[in-house]
């Protein structure tokens, strides 16, 4: 995890700077583009004020609150593929060279307390030092080096030996690129919500709802996230997940195989299997939906929790399922929790490719 006490604002409303210092900081971080398919962002990431280590570290506290330094840390984590399984970028600035020539000294201190990033033993070389790390989960390896008022390191989790080494040097090529020609990031190119659906292993065709649905008098969704599970968890291959205002929507794919073993234990029986639940079927093109309204407390009312399963011959579909034993119901103010709001989600269901 990277440190919480790092950033405390944004990165926004700083002053103009040379292309070696750029005007937003955030424009200089490595981006997906720059890395291998198969990776999307990590939670720990954002730039903004550095603050102190509260005590942890006494004299970089000192040091940090004298210099006042801003910084930029990325993380980046495997959706699918190989080694590494983890890339973190961290970037340091501080008000003077003077200052930063300072941070170069205790770079150890400052990436470990910031960053997590543990170097152990370094290699100069040319204008960088090449380092290892414990890690965090796997040993690693990075560079570092200092570019001005910056203090820069980039390093990877998970690939040893030569490799690791080149594929360190590849990623800090690129975050010199992007430190001297600093571009805001296009949207677009950085949406990482769909790259675990990119995943070759996928075993099951991927049917979704777009990157937003919209349906007649339901409030309008949005992709959150899709994420290939390859069967763990409750076993489902693949789990989409939609949100929008006060509305949210989870599409769970299974191999039907897989999902027949699965509806006969409690937790896949939980909701739809009750004597109360209401059952209707909706007739698609190559495939069936059952929509079902079930109680997750006795039978009084009407229901509060609808779900669908769809079944198509390579794929079921489980719309809304749950997840635990002891899960009420869903929202009443959700309008896909109805009736019509599933009969939506199952005929606006379609393949991804």
């Known amino acids: 995890m990277l440190a919480a006490t790092v950033l405390v604002a944004g990165c ?43 005590g942890s570290v006494p004299d970089l506290d000192e040091f940090i609150i004298e210099t006042r330094p801003r910084a930029c840390l990325g993380e980046f984590s495997r959706a699918y593929g190989g080694e ?18 300072r941070a170069w000294e205790r770079r150890k201190e400052l990436f470990g307390s910031y960053a997590s990033i543990f170097i152990t033993s370094e290699r100069p070389r040319r204008e960088v030092v090449e380092f290892d790390s414990r890690g965090l ?10 570019d001005g008022r910056l203090v820069v390191a980039v390093y990877e989790e998970g690939l040893s030996g030569d490799a ?8 800090a090529e690129k975050q010199r690129g992007r430190i001297e020609a600093a571009h805001e990031p296009d949207a677009e190119q950085e949406d990482d919500r769909e790259v675990g659906l990119d995943d070759p292993a996928i075993a099951v065709p991927v049917y979704w709802l777009g990157r937003d649905f919209t349906a007649d008098g339901l409030t309008r969704l949005e992709l959150h996230r899709g994420d290939h599970l390859g069967g763990s968890g409750p076993g489902s291959e693949v789990k989409i997940d939609y949100e929008g205002e006060r509305a949210s929507v989870t599409l769970d794919l299974w191999k039907p195989s897989e999902w027949e073993g699965f509806k006969t234990t409690r937790l896949g029986r939980m909701i739809w299997s009750g ?21 997750s407390k006795g039978c009084e009312g009407d229901p509060d ?41 199952v005929r606006g269901l379609r393949p991804r490719r």
């Open 275 to 295: 004597p109360c639940a209401r059952r209707g079927e909706v007739v698609l093109e190559g495939g069936r939906a059952e929509i079902y309204g079930g109680y």
């Open 305 to 345: 929790h609808w779900l669908a399963h769809v079944y198509y011959p390579a794929v079921v579909i489980a719309v809304n399922m749950s997840y635990c034993y002891m899960c009420g119901g869903r929202s009443p103010t959700d309008p896909f929790n109805s009736r019509e709001g599933m009969e939506a989600v």
């Open 84 to 101: 590494p399984g983890q890339v973190l970028t961290a970037l340091f600035r501080f008000e003077t060279d003077e200052d930063a020539e």
């Open 164 to 171: 690791g080494r080149w594929f360190a040097r590849d990623l």
């Open 12 to 54: 926004g409303g700083e002053s103009p700077e040379t292309a070696r210092d750029p005007p937003r900081l955030e424009a200089a971080m490595l981006r997906l583009g720059d890395l291998p398919a198969g990776f999307r962002y990590g939670d720990d990431r954002g730039c903004g004020p550095v603050g102190t280590t509260e």
């Open 137 to 146: 989960n796997e040993p690693g390896v990075g560079e570092t080096w200092r």
